[in-house]
């Protein structure tokens, strides 16, 4: 199993909207590495941590799992559309993604500015790749992280 993390900007779909969905293709992804990962390397089952990007409070909300196999977007084919991409065609698209599933909505996020203090997560890609959407995850700072959301945090 490999471990991720997907940001959103959390006043766009904040993670109680996917509880609300169950289940979202996680479109609009342009970004090459990103793209990669979830073309190459993402499995069914795959757990992801939940991440409020550009948020008031940024931090991981819950958890999420890969719920399809990789396919093409298709937001990219759309001519009106935001995300459209004049270089795909069905036969080659140049945008791939995946399903997303609700897991679990922790009781407490786990905050970026907790995260950043806590040694325990010392080498997560998160510090030197910020702006990457989609970032492999160790098991261990997976497991981290879950654990963190199970504390009580006193403001």
């Keep these: 199993m490999n471990y991720w993390l997907l940001k959103t900007e959390g006043e766009w779909y904040p993670i109680d909207k996917l509880k609300a969905e169950k289940k979202t293709p996680w479109s609009g992804v342009r970004n090459f590495q990103a793209r990669n990962y979830m073309r190459d390397q993402m499995q069914v089952g795959d757990l992801c941590l939940f991440y409020h990007s550009s948020s008031k409070a940024n931090g991981v909300y819950g958890i999420a799992k890969v719920a399809s196999k990789p396919y093409a977007?298709?937001?990219?084919?759309?001519?009106?559309?935001?995300?459209?991409?004049?270089?795909?065609?069905?036969?080659?698209?140049?945008?791939?993604?995946?399903?997303?599933?609700?897991?679990?909505?922790?009781?407490?996020?786990?905050?970026?500015?907790?995260?950043?203090?806590?040694?325990e997560l010392a080498g997560m890609l998160l510090w030197r790749a910020n702006r990457l959407s989609i970032q492999p995850v160790s098991e261990k700072h997976f497991e981290h992280i879950v654990e963190l959301a199970a504390y009580v945090k006193v403001s």
């Design 73 to 119: 977007d298709p937001t990219q084919f759309d001519k009106k559309g935001h995300y459209f991409e004049p270089r795909s065609t069905k036969e080659k698209p140049v945008w791939m993604l995946v399903d997303i599933a609700f897991v679990k909505k922790f009781k407490h996020p786990v905050l970026l500015s907790e995260m950043k203090l806590d040694p």
